[in-house]
C-alpha cells in the first residue's frame, strides 16, 4: 500500500526558535550563570576517561543518586529522560491508551498540546480564570465531567509565572481519578514542590528537569519521579540508552555541586524578585503594561496590548525576549541585563507615552 505523510503531521509547523544573535538572551528561562572555571576543569578531566565506544548505563544510575540525594527523594523512584520533553512524549505515547482523554490547561506549556496532537491522544483543553489562575473546584469539576483521565499542567506555570500551592494540588490529587503529571520544573523558585508526597500517591507523576535552575539546558536531562509501579513502567517505555554518556557525567557532577545549586537557585530567585518589583513600578508609571503578574518562577509575564511592538523594538537593541499574542515572557538575567532591559523597555514605552498611548 502506498504510504503518505499523516494529516496530524502534515500540518505541524517546525519549532522555530529565534534565529540571529542577541547581546541579551531572556526569551527561553534558561539560567543566566554559566559553569565556573573550576567545575568546567573538573569536568574536562573526568571526560578524558570516559569509555565513549560503549553503550551509557541505560539508567544513569548515578545521575539519579545525585538528584535524590539533593532533592531529599528515594533513587528508585527516578528515571531520567534527554530533557523533560522526552519524558512529556513519553508519557504521551506510551500512557495514554485508546480510552485516555488528556487535560491540559490553557495557557500553559505549548510541547502538551503539540504531543498530544503528535501521538494522536484526545485533548480537552481545563480553562483558567481570568487572571490566569486555576480555581481548583472548577477544574476538577471539570475533569470528572469531562472524564479525563490524563491531566498535564506546569507548576509554577509556564507562561503565567503563577504557582498552585501544594494543597490545591493533593486536593486535585483526592477528589479525580485521573493520573496527574505535575511539570515542577520551575519549582526551585518557589516552595510549593510535592516531591516529599512521592510515595503517597499512586497516580502522580513529578517532572524535574537540569534546563532552568541547575543552568544545563545544553545537555538535556529531565527526570519523571513517581511511585514503584509507575517508574517500572516508565523506565520499560523509555528508549534503552536515551540520556548520552557526556551528559550523565555532567549531570552527576553538577547535581552533586550543593553549594552551588543553592547559590544559583536564591540568586536567580532574588533577580527574578527584583525584576519584577522594577517593571511593577515600571507599569505604574505606564498603564499601557496592563498587568505585571506576580513571579514564582525566573521569569515575569506581563499583558500589555503593546506586546508586539516592544518585542520587536527589544530585538533592534539587541534584546530578546519572548512574545506570546497580548502577553511578554522575560526570563531573568543578571543584574546588568535586568538593567539594560529596564533601561531600553523605558526608552520604548516613553516613544508611546509622546504619541499618547499612555
Ligand atoms: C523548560 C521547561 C521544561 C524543560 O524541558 P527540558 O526538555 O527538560 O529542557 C519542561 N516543562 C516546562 C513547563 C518548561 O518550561
Given at each position: 500500500m502506498r504510504?503518505?505523510?499523516?494529516?496530524?503531521?502534515?500540518?505541524?509547523?517546525?519549532y522555530q526558535p529565534l534565529e540571529g544573535d542577541y547581546q541579551i538572551r531572556l526569551d527561553a528561562n534558561e539560567s543566566y550563570i554559566s559553569l565556573s572555571p573550576i567545575?568546567?576543569?573538573?569536568?574536562?578531566?573526568?571526560?578524558?576517561?570516559?569509555?565513549?565506544?560503549?553503550?551509557?548505563?541505560?539508567?544513569?544510575?548515578?545521575?539519579?543518586?545525585?538528584?535524590a540525594a539533593f532533592y531529599q527523594v528515594n533513587p528508585e523512584l527516578v528515571t531520567v529522560g534527554n530533557g523533560s520533553d522526552e519524558l512529556i512524549g513519553l508519557i504521551f505515547s506510551a500512557f495514554c491508551g485508546d480510552n485516555d482523554k488528556v487535560g491540559v490547561f490553557a495557557h500553559d506549556f505549548s510541547m502538551y498540546q503539540i504531543d498530544c496532537s503528535i501521538f494522536g491522544v484526545p485533548c480537552e483543553v481545563i480553562p483558567k480564570q481570568p487572571d490566569l489562575t486555576i480555581q481548583m473546584d472548577h477544574a476538577i469539576s471539570?475533569?470528572?465531567?469531562?472524564?479525563?483521565?490524563?491531566?498535564?499542567?506546569?507548576?509554577?506555570?509556564?507562561?503565567?509565572?503563577?504557582?498552585?500551592?501544594?494543597?490545591?494540588?493533593?486536593k486535585l490529587l483526592n477528589k479525580t481519578q485521573a493520573l496527574i503529571v505535575l511539570d515542577e520544573a520551575y519549582m526551585d523558585f518557589w516552595d510549593q514542590s510535592l516531591l516529599d508526597k512521592i510515595e503517597e500517591f499512586d497516580r502522580l507523576i513529578i517532572l524535574k528537569t537540569c534546563s532552568k535552575a541547575i543552568g544545563l539546558a545544553g545537555i538535556r536531562v529531565g527526570f519523571a519521579v513517581a511511585n514503584q509501579s509507575l517508574t517500572v513502567a516508565l523506565k520499560a517505555a523509555k528508549p534503552p540508552y536515551n540520556v548520552n554518556c557526556i551528559s550523565q557525567e555532567i549531570a552527576k557532577t553538577i547535581l552533586s555541586d550543593k553549594e552551588y545549586l543553592m547559590m544559583a537557585m536564591q540568586q536567580i530567585t532574588a533577580h527574578c524578585k527584583w525584576l519584577n518589583r522594577q517593571l511593577e513600578a515600571l507599569a505604574k508609571e505606564y498603564p499601557i503594561l496592563e498587568v505585571v503578574y506576580p513571579s514564582d518562577t525566573n521569569f515575569i509575564f506581563i499583558k500589555t496590548p503593546l506586546a508586539k511592538d516592544i518585542w520587536e523594538q527589544l530585538l533592534k537593541r539587541s534584546i530578546a525576549i519572548r512574545y506570546m499574542g497580548d502577553y511578554l515572557r522575560i526570563s531573568t538575567g543578571n543584574e546588568q541585563e535586568n538593567q539594560t532591559l529596564l533601561t531600553e523597555l523605558k526608552q520604548i514605552l516613553e516613544q508611546y507615552h509622546g504619541e499618547g498611548v499612555r
Open positions: 504510504y503518505t505523510i499523516p494529516d496530524k503531521i502534515k500540518q505541524l509547523v517546525p567545575q568546567r576543569q573538573k569536568l574536562q578531566e573526568q571526560f578524558v576517561n570516559l569509555p565513549f565506544h560503549r553503550y551509557p548505563d541505560p539508567y544513569a544510575k548515578q545521575v539519579c543518586q545525585s538528584f471539570y475533569i470528572n465531567q469531562h472524564q479525563i483521565s490524563v491531566v498535564v499542567f506546569s507548576n509554577p506555570c509556564n507562561p503565567t509565572s503563577l504557582g498552585v500551592k501544594r494543597e490545591e494540588v493533593i
